[in-house]
């Protein structure tokens, strides 16, 4: 695609900028502080419509910080001119999801969020919102990932039955629905110190995005362990990194997308990053299984969440082709075979599977 035109670039890619199953986007060298969020709809381009709402404009080249409670608008350096067969949508990367940056891409003319039409010509722009920790970005820095498709490749009904016998997508035959995999809560407790999951720390430190292993957990985290209850209550005020029971895995000629189990089961939000690539949790790349982190938040009042609640459902979508190289293979992820786990930007501490 980027041979023949499809994706255009105004730097060269980066040498691991391709995924398994999707492609990262880089954040342009100018941000826009905007006053409110917004979507162009089917008459404006993003620039017209960003001149309606700008308050200043700033170069990011060498570093900037956006803080919370701010929404700003950066063009990304990637651009579109899609064939009229292939369609596009993004996700926040899963640092991007655990780190509480609400983040979305708009397309000229688009009326929802995240969604690149078929045979979209233009530019892209990423709106970022962090919502608890101030974050120090640049351009190049990666917040999203886009992944292209061509018809429906979703695995429904009794094909996904049939993809669970030949490659156990689930540790628990219970969460095999109809066409998707059943995401619950874990919240029994891991480990000697029965560690649940962790509540982000206010008023903490900043973030850089493009940091690894940079942080000490303790400065940004309060970790949360079980107390025989089962149950958790969401404070919407805060943010939780939790995990799930079931340990799934995304077979290498598959990828799968986490989405809403159902809005009316309460009033809370799940997962910002949904994307899971071919090969997660898969045990020839080092995975054998790997439970889905999950990024929560309340709403806007206070939820109680239980022990086994579902929350989420993992759809399944064929590849067009097995890729070369599956996700977790080569120097690794940070989150392949993952148990609970932070982002990539902490020190770990010993897992908790």
């Known amino acids: 695609m980027v041979a023949r035109g499809d994706i255009s670039t105004t730097r060269p890619l980066d040498d691991d900028q391709i995924q398994p199953a999707s492609l990262d986007l880089r954040l342009g060298a100018r941000a826009y502080r905007v006053r409110a969020s917004f979507l162009p709809g089917r008459r404006l381009a993003v620039s017209q419509r960003l001149e309606e709402v700008v308050l200043h404009a700033f170069d990011i080249s060498e570093g900037a910080v956006l803080e919370t409670g701010c929404v700003y608008i950066v063009p990304l350096m990637e651009s579109l001119a899609l064939p009229s067969a292939i369609a596009a949508s993004t996700n926040p990367k899963s640092s991007t999801g655990r780190l509480d940056i609400f983040t979305r891409v708009i397309s000229d003319h688009a009326v929802l969020f995240d969604k690149i039409a078929a045979g979209y010509h233009g530019p892209l722009y990423a709106e970022i919102s962090p919502s608890t920790f101030p974050i120090l970005v640049r351009a190049g820095s990666r917040l999203s990932q886009i992944r292209f ?136 790349a080092g995975g054998a299984g790997a439970r889905a982190v999950l990024e929560v938040r309340s709403h806007e009042i206070p939820f109680i969440v239980e022990d086994g609640q579902i929350v989420g459902r993992l759809v399944y979508e064929r590849m067009s082709e097995r890729p070369a190289r599956l996700y977790g293979e080569g120097e690794g992820s940070n989150y392949q075979g993952q148990g609970l786990k932070l982002s990539k930007h902490f020190r770990q501490p010993p897992d908790h599977t």
């Open 149 to 284: 498709r061509i018809g429906d490749p979703r695995v429904r009904d009794g094909d996904l039955a049939a993809l669970h016998q030949a490659e156990r997508l689930v540790d628990s035959e219970e969460a095999l629905l109809a066409s998707s995999v059943a995401v619950s809560i874990d919240l029994s407790g891991r480990g000697k110190e029965r560690l649940i999951g962790y509540r982000a720390k206010k008023h903490a430190g900043l973030v850089d995005v493009d940091r690894r292993a940079a942080l000490d957990i303790d400065d940004f985290w309060e970790p949360l362990y079980a107390r025989g209850s089962g149950s958790l209550v969401l404070d919407p005020s805060e943010f939780y990194i939790l995990a799930s029971k079931e340990a799934v895995h995304v077979p290498p000629d598959h990828a799968a997308e986490m989405v809403a189990f159902d809005p009316l089961v309460g009033e809370f939000r799940v997962h910002y990053a949904g994307f899971f690539d071919p090969g997660f949790g898969h045990a020839a």
